[in-house]
């Protein structure tokens, strides 16, 4: 629950992963569950105005909407 708990927190704050894929969650010492891979992540507020963005990101986990280069958002994640 944690974790969907710090991914609608950061997607409040307009930060999205766009790879959410179970290779990049980890477990660590304590049993917290970790979200990596965060060189994927994007700010909204760093796309200057553009809703959508490209990478190189994972296909089988990609939203259809970010396929077709349309507006993105938390489902986006939550798709993933």
Request: hydrophobic share 35%.
């Amino acid at each position: 629950r944690h974790t969907v708990d710090a991914l609608d927190y950061a997607a409040h704050h307009g930060v999205f992963h766009f790879d959410l894929k179970p290779g990049n969650f980890v477990v660590n010492w304590d049993n917290v569950i970790l979200i990596c891979n965060i060189g994927l992540e994007q700010c909204r507020s760093c796309l200057h105005g553009k809703e959508t963005w490209h990478h190189d990101g994972t296909v089988e986990y990609a939203s259809p909407e970010h396929i077709r280069g349309e507006p993105l958002d938390m489902r986006s994640d939550m798709y993933s």
